[in-house]
């Protein structure tokens, strides 16, 4: 299976890319970090009527997402990262760059066939092929940091017919000086972090640069990625919603688990049904909700190429490199507070802000403007039911991000703690793809049942 391998595929090749890597970032135009930017962020907050031409849009994203996909590592978990908050953009502004996200979240230049041979005996050992009855070199999916191939693992014992048992696997392979080139990576893309600005303003690019290096670090030991997608294999074994698929070989470089058939999120929010995407979208909030309840641990990489709606209804998830380690379960101050917001107890919401550090002692900000600045965001459990939607979040932005609103000035005097940046940008991911989804569900019923601290509120 696969294409033939010829000399040339060696994997020499790939130092030449890696020292090419700093030179592709730079060669993104400083217009775009400049012009394009500033055209969203007056665009999203309604300072000037002024748009982007379509065809500078739409080379400017083709051009962006594709140097970021050929990248892999660092910036390719940027982007995919970045590609979240999509549904935050004006229509005119995000259109032209739906495709080139969805393209990212899903594919990525591949590794030569040589390459791929050659960390798989490193890793599996010189008779790697004898594990296989079948590999095939033409990978199925991209990661920011490797490839995924399909295969039939050769499992232990033979059938009444002397046939070897068998399972179809998905085995993930790191490319080759990844983790120097991550390095290299992230001092370049604090150019790119005016976008995130664009759509929250008050988010500082810096720590979350400096969490998401640290969370790639960890993607990049495999063994610790099993270790993770066992966890989390064992709290939902049977579980009639949420599939996990069986770890079933790791080393640091390569990781085999079962192989999840499936369609893809991204291919649910392009063409799905409006039951299929309330459905997925209800099953990943359930997930982002229950894992650190049952697993103590949160799937930290919420975008759409990570989830397949499985024939049976279940929501399959794949990748548990990036995780959040939450072992006393999610904190119950979110749960508390949201509930206390939701009930308009101005004076308990900010005392559980300044308790948990999202208030400095030394700031004055007045608690009804405060709870005025937070219950817009709770809208999605203040009712039984409700549909997330592309305009939906395109209204936070602009509340958010506009310089003359009362939300904007408020949140400048706002903390985001470093014990919950992981969380919320987790949150914020999780809250993008249901918007993209356009998804509809009793989410108030699921943070009831899993959300410490978060009572009923009738």
Known sequence: MGRPVGHNDQVTEIPRRAVSRTAKLAALPLGFAGRTVLGMGKRVTGLASDVISAEIQQRTAEQLFSVLGQLKGGAMKFGQALSVFEAALPEE?????????????????????????????????????????????????????????????????????????????????????????????????????GMLRAVQPGLDVKPLLAELRERITEELDYELE?????????????????????????????????WVDGTPLSQIIRDGSEQDRNEAGRLMATLHLSAPMRAGLLHADPHPGNFRLLPDGRLGVVDFGAVARLPEG???????????????????????????????????????????????????????????????????????????????????HLNLPPSYLLIHRVTLGSIGVLCQLEAKAPYRGILERWLPGFAPVR
């Open 93 to 193: 502004i995000a259109a032209p760059y739906r495709q080139a996200l969805t393209r990212l979240q899903e594919a990525a230049p591949p590794l030569p066939a040589a390459s791929v041979h050659k960390v798989l005996a490193e890793q599996l050992g010189p008779d790697w092929r004898d594990r296989f009855i079948e590999f095939d070199d033409i990978p199925v999916a991209a990661a920011s940091i490797g490839q995924v191939h399909r295969a039939r693992w050769r499992e232990p014992g033979y059938d009444a017919a002397g046939a070897p048992h068998t399972r179809d696997v998905a085995i993930k392979i790191q490319y080759p000086g990844a983790g120097d080139a991550l390095l290299a990576d992230f001092k370049q893309l604090s150019r790119l972090g």
């Open 226 to 258: 099993a270790e993770s997608q066992r966890a989390f294999a064992t709290a939902y074994a049977d579980d009639p919603e949420i599939y996990v698929p069986a770890v079933v070989a790791a080393s640091p470089r390569v990781l085999v688990t079962g």
């Open 330 to 412: 999610t904190p119950e101050p979110i749960g508390r507070i949201a509930g206390l917001a939701l009930r308009g107890d101005a004076a308990e919401v900010m005392t559980g802000l300044r308790d948990e550090g999202f208030v400095s002692t030394n700031e004055t900000i007045d608690g009804q403007a405060l709870l005025d600045f937070l219950q817009p965001m709770l809208e999605p459990i203040a009712a039984e039911e409700f549909r997330f939607t592309r305009a939906w979040l395109r209204a936070e932005a602009t509340r958010l991000a506009n310089p003359r609103s009362p939300a904007y000035q408020l949140s400048r």
